[in-house]
């Protein structure tokens, strides 16, 4: 080697992360090969008995105080079992999150986005199936829905996060002459606890990996009706290279696991998204113990929504009823950003309503296995009893009336029909609250009466998540986003209140919805980092005296 071997050079050099694109979705159509493989996964998942252990400090923990999970689509069909945590699990879990810390906070930031730029490419490759499959069955989602959910949307939050995460670290403040300005990104001093809902896989994916990837140690506590596509999601994150104790994965209930955790003085963080209730609770809790923590936690929140439609006399027909079925039922409005009232002109409801109700008509329910169906079942007992008990209070209402769907059965499977509720008191209860299923409510207003409307949409819910305007004539639309400014943390024109897409409609609301700090951004990821600024003088004064002091 002329002389050099044993010889190494030092090459140094900017890291970057390059702009991602958006994962393509599949489409699934009759002859593709994704079609294929993920039938042949199904069909594999269906006939296998998964065991679901912790994973604490990178070990396989198995209680014995087991639950079954199932499909909600067939209640009875059992995919695997699932192991608890106890009290002496949950300490565990934080100390392994805690003992992991000091050294993955100091893993160079390009090593620890590695370790999710390639569980993005598992997933897009090798796993993409095994997770959609997972989540089709787990959480009852057709294909559609799971192929942009536990695909496409996490691995954008992967690559995406990947990228403002080096963009963070990038930005460093000006230096003058004889000093050197530096800002050091610290990780949150302590550990993450994370609190992932059921009805998104990505979500579940992005609470604890958010927080991992800008140095911190987690406590990942997902839904119990979504353990299924959590143990797979964990396998991908070990496999990538995820090293023992960054995320810690344990299952049981979240009152028990949660009142245990929000207790521990090394508390640094929350990153949750579930009901508006148990935020609340955890906030309460928090702020109650606040004497107690080494530092003041991050609450990091995405909760509930009512979210809404604002139809103009100048609308398009087909745009409204589209925008109306999709975001009101695609998967069985279990969406925090689902379409759950409507305000719509008298003049344009005729019409409308001919056009909504062809496409009720055509769609089919049934199990997620069966491609054709559009509706599949709601997630579990709980959720079938509280939706069920909006269709029989409107049932039974003076001043409203089911115009479509109100038919339930859980003799196989949790399925509530896609039910619309007419109705011309704004303040109905199927107006105002959440009910995160597939029931719509719809008000009538006279033409003339639309700027009245935009204060009615403003001032009936507490929630402040998604809405949309359906308008051609641009003065409407532009009143209707003046008037809705506070409103809605996702607002949408011409376009169904749901399906934001990472890196191009960053997410979260306001008000009863949340803090609004937008997953999907560098606005999430700064959350994670505690900045420590650092100030070197290169020509330090070796005097205390200032030169006004000198005598004339």
Not at 378 to 383: E, L, P, T, Y
């Amino acid at each position: 080697m002329n002389g050099r071997k044993g010889r190494h050079r030092l090459i140094s050099g900017r890291f970057t992360v390059d702009k991602p694109q958006n994962e393509p979705i599949l489409s699934y159509a009759p002859g593709t090969s994704e079609r294929k493989s993920l039938k042949d996964e199904l069909a594999r998942q269906l006939a296998d008995h998964l065991e679901m252990p912790l994973i604490i400090g990178g070990r396989e923990i198995r209680t014995g105080d087991t639950r079954i999970a199932t499909c909600p689509h067939e209640h009875s069909h059992v995919l695997g079992e699932y192991h608890t945590a106890g009290e002496k699990e949950i300490d565990r879990a934080i100390e392994a999150a805690l003992q992991t810390r000091k050294k993955w906070a100091s893993t160079p930031w390009y090593d620890r986005v590695a370790v999710f730029m390639k569980a993005s490419n598992l997933l897009a490759g090798t796993y993409r199936q095994v997770l959609n499959a997972a989540t089709m069955l787990g959480q009852s989602k057709n294909v559609f829905q799971a192929e942009i959910d536990s695909a496409c949307e996490l691995i954008d939050f992967m690559r995406f996060n990947a990228r403002f995460a080096a963009e963070i670290y990038e930005e460093q403040p000006h230096s003058d002459i004889g000093e050197w300005n530096r800002m050091d990104y610290r990780a949150l001093e302590g550990f993450v606890f994370a609190v992932s809902p059921f009805n998104f896989t990505a979500i579940a994916g992005n609470l604890p990996s958010a927080p991992a990837m800008l140095g911190n140690t987690v406590v990942w506590k997902p839904a119990s009706s979504a353990v299924y596509s959590a143990a797979y999601l964990m396998r991908i994150f070990e496999e990538a290279g995820l090293p023992p104790g960054v995320i810690n994965l344990v299952y049981g209930s979240g009152r028990t696991i949660g009142k245990q955790v929000l207790a521990h003085p090394d508390l640094a963080g929350v990153h949750f998204t579930g009901s508006t209730g148990v935020f609340q609770d955890m906030w309460k809790t928090v702020g109650a113990n606040v004497e107690d923590y080494r530092t003041y936690p991050r609450l990091v929140g995405e909760t509930g929504g009512k979210d809404f439609v604002l139809v103009h006399p100048s609308a398009d027909t087909d745009v409204i009823a589209t925008a109306l079925s999709r975001g009101a039922f695609e998967y069985q409005g279990q969406k925090c950003s689902a379409a759950s009232r409507a305000y719509v002109p008298r003049s344009r409801w005729p019409e409308l309503w001919e056009t909504v109700s062809a496409q009720l008509d055509s769609m089919k329910m049934g199990p997620p296995t069966d491609f054709t169906n559009f509706v599949n079942a709601v997630i579990d007992r709980g959720a079938f009893d509280n939706i069920t008990e909006y269709i029989e209070f409107a049932r039974t209402a003076d001043d409203a009336e089911i115009i479509a769907g109100g038919g339930y059965d859980d003799s196989r499977g949790y399925f509530i029909e896609p039910t619309v509720i007419l109705t011309e008191n704004p303040n109905f209860k199927t107006m105002v609250e959440e009910i995160f299923g597939p029931v719509l409510t719809i008000m009538l207003y006279d033409d003339d009466d639309f700027e009245a409307m935009i204060e009615v949409v403003d001032s009936t819910s507490p929630y402040a998540l998604t809405g949309s305007v359906m308008a051609r004539d641009r003065d409407a639309i532009d009143v209707a986003q003046k008037g809705l400014r506070d409103a809605a943390g996702n607002f949408y024109i011409n376009n169904q209140p749901t399906g934001a897409v990472v890196g191009r409609q960053p997410f979260g609301g306001g008000r009863a919805s949340g803090t609004n700090d937008k997953a999907g951004s560098r606005w999430n990821l700064m959350r994670w980092v505690s900045p420590r600024t650092i100030k070197e003088n290169m020509v330090p004064p070796t005097d205390y005296r200032y030169p006004f002091m000198d005598e004339e």
